[in-house]
């Protein structure tokens, strides 16, 4: 082969690094595991442990395409479930009110993140940053130090108003019901940031602002909305953690920021858009699981895990960012 039949040889592979990868870990598992690796049992752990990544990370999604950047996505997740099993747990609210509260505070919550960065102009990672505190610290002091769960006393010492868990709350977080709120945000994603005029506008803010200002698009109030949009997802990821720990667990949504963000930028590489879109994240996330649930089932030690990522994340920001890689 010529040197540019070359060049064609290495742009496919790194445009569908992403792809391949989730190939030969799906071939190398099942040669070393057997059946056990593609049993229904097994795929449906990787499906329900892809589910909470993938919800995030779409929330991150729909953010990073008009060039924004969430780092505290993930504990106003935290600070959301708070609020939700509160409303289920201590004020004994049904379960679709509980939910609707959630959002509606999770949005309002978000408008602060917006006003520090559409308003002060705070890049968003330094902005985001310090709201990681804010959130943790505030969070922390509406439970009173402690987690939320059934028969667990105020921090006032009084009594919830329900002591129990209803079937369709534990449902949640369980499959197929977690799973089918994953494939549902996915899709919704998908729609909008593909096939709506307000999508590519997002694409068009996160490729160069000032060219889309030009354009006549305002890039603020497309901002904002993605801002809402993102808010939304936090919130449905917020209730699926609780639902599936059956719990607000102190910062029970922290550890997913860097399976999400890792989802979005190996999402980002697949098919050498260069851009974050909701098929490339399930994809994402879909090998981060993969290889988790792969080394588990070969007894490597749980510490190894978090390496890992960080691996998966370093691999996909190369092959975002090599240099030299839009004219291979």
């Excluded at 992403?18 to 056990?36: D, K, N, P, R, Y």
Aim: net charge positive; with cysteine.
């Amino acid at each position: 082969m010529d040197k540019m039949q070359w060049k064609r040889v290495g742009a496919f592979l790194l445009d569908w690094s992403a792809v391949i990868a989730i190939m030969i870990s799906i071939i190398f598992f099942t040669a070393i595991m057997g059946l056990s690796f593609f049993s229904s049992a097994n795929l449906t752990n990787i499906l329900r442990a892809m589910s909470i990544t993938t919800i995030l990370a779409i929330a991150l999604t729909v953010t990073l395409a008009c060039d924004g950047f969430d780092m505290s996505a993930c504990t106003l997740a935290s600070c959301s479930g708070y609020v939700f099993m509160a409303c289920y747990l201590w004020y004994g609210l049904s379960l679709p009110l509980s939910a609707v509260i959630c959002v509606i505070f999770t949005m309002i919550a978000y408008l602060f993140t917006l006003f520090l960065i559409l308003v002060c102009k705070i890049p968003d990672m330094l902005a985001t940053c310090a709201l990681m505190f804010v959130h943790q610290g505030l969070g922390q002091w509406f439970t009173g130090g402690g987690a939320i769960s059934a028969g667990m006393a105020l921090p006032n010492g009084a009594m919830p108003r329900r002591t129990f868990f209803e079937a369709g709350f534990v449902a949640i977080g369980q499959a197929p019901y977690i799973i089918l709120i994953m494939f549902a945000s996915v899709i919704f994603a998908h729609i909008f940031l593909q096939h709506t005029k307000q999508g590519a506008f997002l694409y068009a803010i996160g490729s160069n602002k000032t060219a889309a200002a030009l354009s006549g698009i305002h890039v603020g109030r497309y901002r904002f909305l993605a801002g809402m949009i993102t808010a939304v997802f936090i919130a449905v990821g917020a209730m699926v953690v609780c639902s599936r720990n059956t719990a607000a667990q102190l910062c029970g949504c922290d550890n997913y920021l860097m399976s999400a963000l890792a989802a979005v930028f190996v999402g980002k590489s697949v098919g050498g858009k260069e851009k974050p879109t909701a098929l490339g994240t399930v994809l994402g996330a879909g090998l981060i699981v993969i290889l988790e649930n792969g080394l588990t089932l070969c007894s490597v030690p749980y510490y190894i895990l978090p390496a890992v990522k960080g691996g998966v994340l370093v691999a996909a920001l190369a092959a975002v960012y090599l240099p030299g890689r839009r004219k291979l």
